[in-house]
């Protein structure tokens, strides 16, 4: 089992930066890929981002060249940089990891873009 802690939401003018953490705590031995998730309200779940455990990243075209995905195994938590921030990047914003062939997801952490 691994249970993951999302923290770093919050409400950021368009222009702005946040940054998305992923705590991971568990059979944290196990964990493979990561990836970042956004939602709205009734719209499917949308990959953001993701990162594999040796590093090798992905992103939605929506945000590239303003996010950055990064993982500390270290510390087992994994990073979302967000700048420039746009309206349409309000979501809520999840993380998942890949362990020993399951998902986990966390609770989720609200983004809000907005002046």
């Known amino acids: 089992q691994v249970q993951l802690v999302e923290s770093g939401g919050g409400l950021v003018q368009p222009g702005g930066s946040l940054r998305l953490s992923c705590a991971a705590s568990?059979?944290?031995?196990?964990?493979?890929?990561m990836g970042w998730y956004r939602q709205a309200p009734g719209k499917p779940r949308e990959l953001v981002a993701s990162?594999?455990?040796?590093?090798?990243?992905t992103y939605a075209d929506s945000v590239k060249g303003r996010f950055t995905i990064s993982r500390d195994n270290a510390k087992n938590t994994m990073y979302l940089q967000m700048n420039n921030l746009k309206s349409e990047d309000t979501d809520v914003y999840y993380c998942?990891?890949?362990?020993?062939?399951?998902?986990?997801w966390g609770q989720g952490t609200q983004v809000t873009v907005n002046s």
């Open positions: 998942k990891v890949i362990a020993t062939g399951r998902q986990y």
């Open positions: 568990g059979s944290v031995f196990s964990i493979g890929a």
């Open positions: 990162i594999t455990n040796f590093g090798t990243t």
